[in-house]
Structures are given as C-alpha cells and as structure tokens.
C-alpha cells in the first residue's frame, strides 16, 4: 500500500516530485493556511503529516488523523506540538534543527542595526520628500555598546559570532556558562540575568519558548533595563509581554523594539493574544518588524522542505527518521489504549 502524505504549506516542486515517488502526496497550494477542518479531512487518513510555523497538533487532532505516524516539522522550534500525545499514539515528531540558525542571526543584526538607527523612519522620510541632509534622526551605533544576549543556544551563539565584528562588549545568560574556552571564541562572557539587564544597551532574546521563559521579559524584568535600552526579539512571541514593552515604549523607558515574532502566533498557548499588540503597531518611529522571516531565505527554505521530506522517507523505507525529537516506538502498547 502506497502512503499518503499530507503538506499542510506550499512546498518547491522537487520535494514534491520527491515524495510522490512513496505516494500520493497533498499539498496546500495557497499562502494561507488551511482551516483546522480543512487540515482534519485531509488528513483523516495520512499516513505523514509535514507542517510549518502556523500549524499547532495536540490530541484533539492527532484523534482525527488515525492512520498517521509520523509529523514532519519544517521548523527548528517545536512548542506548537503536542510531543507526549504524539509519542502516546505512536507518532514520531521530526524538526529540522539547524539549517534556521544562520539566516535566524543575519537577520537579527540587520533588525538591531534597523531600530537604532532609525532605518525605517529615514526610508519613510526620503520617499516622502527629501531634499538633502538635516541634522536628524541621529540612533545608536552597536560600537562600543553593551550586548547582553539571552540563551546560548545554537541561535544564541551565531548572534554572538555576529557581533564580534562590531567591537561590542558581549554578554549572555543562560542557565550555565559555557566553557572558558567557548567564552573566549565566541568574545563574550557569562552574565546573571539581572546585571544583564541592568547594563546591556540591547538584549536580544535566543531563548526557546518553555513555561520557564514565557514572558520572561515582562513587567518586572523590562523595568531592570536600562533606560534607554533596546530589545529584540527573534525567537519566539511570547518570551516578551507585547503589552509590558508598549508601555516602556510610551513611558521612555525603552528606547525601541524589534521583532520578527510575535504572540499570537505561540499557537499553543490557549491565552495567546488573538492579535498584536496595537499600541505597538502605532508607534512606527520606536518599533522595527517583520512578517517571522527568521528563515526566509530562499536556499534556506528549500533545504529545510528537503531535510523535512527526508525524515518522511527515513520513516517510509523502515529507518528511523532524522531530527526526531521523541521515540514512539518505545511505548506503542500505551497508544494502542489511547
């Protein structure tokens, strides 16, 4: 028997070409996706399921996809995932955990470097009528500046790469340091939480959203930076209060923030916010975002939609598929109750 394997995203067309060789494949040919019936029906009986940053799977719609057994993730963070149930019903869950890193980080500078000097605001003041230099809009340059950065993960550590260039005094946080050695390398030293606030000109956020970091920059710890800081935040949404960071926005306590992530899209989180926050949007000259482009990077893109169909094919040829980040196989009798 053939399998079918359901896309829940647009995907280039050799990976599509390179599935279709195990099965019927179904893809989402829009830009939007599909509604949560729409997904349900079609992959009522999909055998493997690839999806992207808007999907989110617990045990509600693992019950409505019986004959499936493998998720494909084409994503490095997986918090829209309901890994135990998956792993009660006998579903292996896959990521693509390192092809994101670089483009995640490039992207990372370019939105620190944007917000603090005004990039945004200059762009809008040359197409509306430009007529030679004026002594405005003059930002923050990262020379000289204190970084303080929070996780050093693999995210963590390519950011940090990134900034020796900039003759910045580099800090991060994490819950241990790294090795001297490390440190060295990577020109940064380790840094508990409060002194890093207190200190650093921009906090840039790596962390991976877990109970324990949700809205680690809220009310409390937003009011331990320094005034006139900037954060940034290209990891997850929801490590950020929205609505704390507007209100050290419009008090003065925040010089500015950027994002690329926002809260409503933490799909997971059934107390998500349904929109952003928009006071945040009002405020164009303090503010820098973009659409979760951490990955948008056309080669990039396309190695992760392969290294996702490689763990479908892992899994169809009888191999344990690749980036899995649980192990069903061990409790198959406990999913056979569920």
């Given at each position: 028997?053939?399998a079918?394997i359901v896309v829940?995203?647009?995907?280039?067309?050799?990976?599509?070409e390179?599935?279709?060789?195990?099965?019927?494949?179904?893809?989402?040919?829009?830009?939007e996706?599909?509604?949560?019936?729409e997904l349900?029906?079609?992959?009522?009986d999909?055998?493997a399921?690839?999806t992207?940053?808007?999907d989110?799977?617990?045990a509600?719609?693992?019950?409505?996809?019986p004959?499936?057994?493998l998720?494909?993730?084409?994503l490095k963070g997986?918090d829209?995932?309901?890994?135990?149930?998956c792993t009660?019903?006998?579903?292996w869950?896959?990521?693509?955990?390192?092809?994101?890193t670089?483009?995640?980080?490039?992207l990372?500078?370019?939105?620190?470097?944007?917000?603090?000097?005004?990039?945004?605001t200059?762009?809008?003041?040359?197409?509306?009528?430009?007529?030679?230099?004026?002594?405005t809009?003059?930002?923050?340059g990262?020379?000289?500046?204190?970084?303080?950065?929070?996780?050093?993960g693999a995210i963590g550590?390519?950011i940090?790469q990134?900034?020796?260039?900039?003759e910045?005094?580099?800090?991060?946080?994490?819950?241990a340091?790294?090795?001297p050695?490390d440190?060295r390398?990577?020109?940064?030293?380790?840094s508990?939480?409060?002194p890093?606030?207190?200190?650093?000109n921009?906090?840039?956020?790596?962390?991976?959203?877990?109970?324990?970091?949700?809205?680690i920059m809220?009310?409390?710890?937003?009011?331990q930076?320094?005034?006139?800081?900037?954060?940034?935040n290209p990891?997850?949404g929801s490590l950020?209060?929205?609505?704390a960071?507007?209100?050290?926005?419009?008090n003065?306590r925040?010089?500015?923030?950027?994002?690329?992530?926002f809260?409503?899209?933490?799909?997971?989180?059934?107390?998500r916010?349904?929109q952003?926050?928009p006071?945040?949007?009002a405020?164009?000259d303090?503010?820098?975002?973009?659409?979760?482009l951490g990955s948008?990077?056309?080669s990039?893109?396309?190695?992760?939609?392969m290294e996702?169909?490689?763990?479908?094919i892992?899994f169809l040829?009888?191999?344990s598929?690749?980036?899995?980040v649980?192990s069903?196989a061990q409790?198959v009798?406990?999913?056979?109750t569920c």
């Amino acid at each position: 028997m053939m399998a079918k394997i359901v896309v829940t995203n647009r995907i280039h067309a050799d990976v599509r070409e390179r599935l279709e060789a195990y099965g019927e494949v179904v893809v989402n040919a829009e830009p939007e996706p599909w509604p949560q019936a729409e997904l349900e029906r079609l992959a009522s009986d999909a055998h493997a399921l690839m999806t992207f940053m808007p999907d989110s799977i617990g045990a509600a719609e693992l019950r409505a996809m019986p004959e499936l057994k493998l998720l494909a993730c084409a994503l490095k963070g997986f918090d829209n995932f309901d890994i135990e149930a998956c792993t009660l019903r006998g579903v292996w869950v896959t990521i693509v955990p390192d092809l994101l890193t670089v483009p995640t980080a490039e992207l990372t500078i370019g939105l620190t470097i944007g917000l603090a000097r005004h990039v945004m605001t200059g762009d809008s003041q040359v197409r509306s009528g430009f007529e030679g230099w004026r002594p405005t809009l003059y930002g923050t340059g990262l020379a000289g500046s204190r970084v303080g950065v929070l996780g050093i993960g693999a995210i963590g550590k390519a950011i940090l790469q990134r900034l020796a260039g900039f003759e910045v005094d580099a800090s991060y946080w994490d819950k241990a340091p790294l090795s001297p050695e490390d440190e060295r390398k990577l020109g940064a030293r380790f840094s508990a939480l409060e002194p890093l606030l207190r200190e650093s000109n921009f906090v840039i956020c790596a962390l991976p959203l877990t109970p324990q970091t949700l809205h680690i920059m809220n009310e409390t710890a937003i009011a331990q930076l320094k005034p006139g800081a900037f954060l940034i935040n290209p990891a997850r949404g929801s490590l950020v209060d929205e609505s704390a960071v507007a209100d050290a926005l419009e008090n003065g306590r925040l010089a500015g923030y950027a994002a690329d992530v926002f809260e409503m899209e933490d799909w997971a989180r059934e107390d998500r916010p349904r929109q952003i926050e928009p006071r945040l949007l009002a405020m164009a000259d303090r503010t820098l975002f973009t659409p979760h482009l951490g990955s948008a990077v056309s080669s990039v893109r396309h190695a992760i939609e392969m290294e996702a169909a490689r763990s479908i094919i892992d899994f169809l040829e009888g191999r344990s598929p690749r980036g899995a980040v649980n192990s069903p196989a061990q409790r198959v009798g406990e999913a056979e109750t569920c």
